[in-house]
């Protein structure tokens, strides 16, 4: 791909290939994270598009949210779970406009629980592979990105905007999965390499680099992000119990959206 891709052993993430590792010590982005920025693939999420009249009832039955909480611009973490009622996966879910949604899931079965609950109801699901992630984490994230786009110091948490990135057509979101203020760059694949370089080209003398995806693992663990299916019995089952957690089990009761 580019330059600071190719110098990355890429390895295989959600059918994805993903940078595994880069030519310095991991320790090196996890602090460039923690106290200025780096800069993440994490393309590898799967993005869903959800749209119709009953998108928002969708996304209800297949989520622990209410969605209806959720105004366009704005997003939400939730979980969602299998007719037993167990963790399957994690998501974020953005409204972008009254009837049109992006579901964000990890490489659990979240796309399963979204086609089960369509069944029947007026409303299209699409699975978008060109719609690539770049994350941008770390404190001065919205330093280097207030040099390009206007507003976006004020663009508050779990919210997003639509707007332009080097005149190039972007979602760009304040989220992320390592604990630090950082913002995810939603754009199209064929912008994915010119968006990736020119960040890393002007952002180096600040000390913005480029970041594996293993250092996610650090940086999520210290702020208790659970990355399925590692962190529950999904993978590791305990002795004489089959595979599957409750929300409770997992800490993430917090996104059950109460009755």
């Excluded at 009953?54 to 909480?69: F, G, N, P, S, Y």
């Excluded at 064929?190 to 250092?215: H, M, N, V, Y």
Aim: glycine letters at 10%; hydrophobic letters at 35%.
């Amino acid at each position: 791909m580019t330059a600071s891709w190719r110098f990355s052993k890429l390895e295989d993430w959600s059918g994805m290939g993903t940078a595994w590792t880069y030519d310095k010590d991991a320790d090196e982005e996890y602090v460039a994270i923690r106290t200025k920025a780096g800069l993440m693939d994490v393309s590898g999420l799967k993005k869903v598009h959800i749209t119709g009249p009953h998108a928002a009832h969708l996304i209800d039955l297949a989520t622990t949210r209410d969605v209806e909480k959720i105004y366009p611009g704005k997003s939400a973490y939730a979980c969602m779970l299998n007719e037993a009622g167990k963790f399957t996966d994690d998501c974020i879910i953005y409204r972008i406009s009254p009837n049109s949604w992006m579901v964000v899931h990890g490489s659990g079965t979240g796309h399963e629980e979204l086609q089960r609950a369509a069944v029947g109801r007026d409303v299209s699901l699409r699975f978008d592979d060109n719609l690539h992630d770049l994350s941008l984490q770390g404190p001065t994230a919205v330093d280097y990105l207030a040099k390009h786009v206007p507003g976006i110091r004020d663009l508050n948490y779990f919210h997003h905007m639509q707007t332009q990135l080097f005149g190039l057509p972007v979602m760009i979101s304040r989220t992320g999965y390592t604990g630090e203020r950082g913002y995810e760059i939603f754009c199209r694949g064929q912008d994915a390499g010119t968006i990736w370089d020119r960040i890393l080209d002007e952002g180096k003398s600040a000390g913005i680099i480029p970041c594996r995806f293993t250092t996610l693992d650090m940086l999520r663990v210290e702020s208790y992000l659970l990355f399925y299916p590692y962190d529950n019995s999904q993978k590791y089952p305990f002795d004489n119990e089959g595979p599957g957690d409750t929300l409770w089990e997992l800490g993430l009761d917090f996104t059950v959206s109460p009755g």
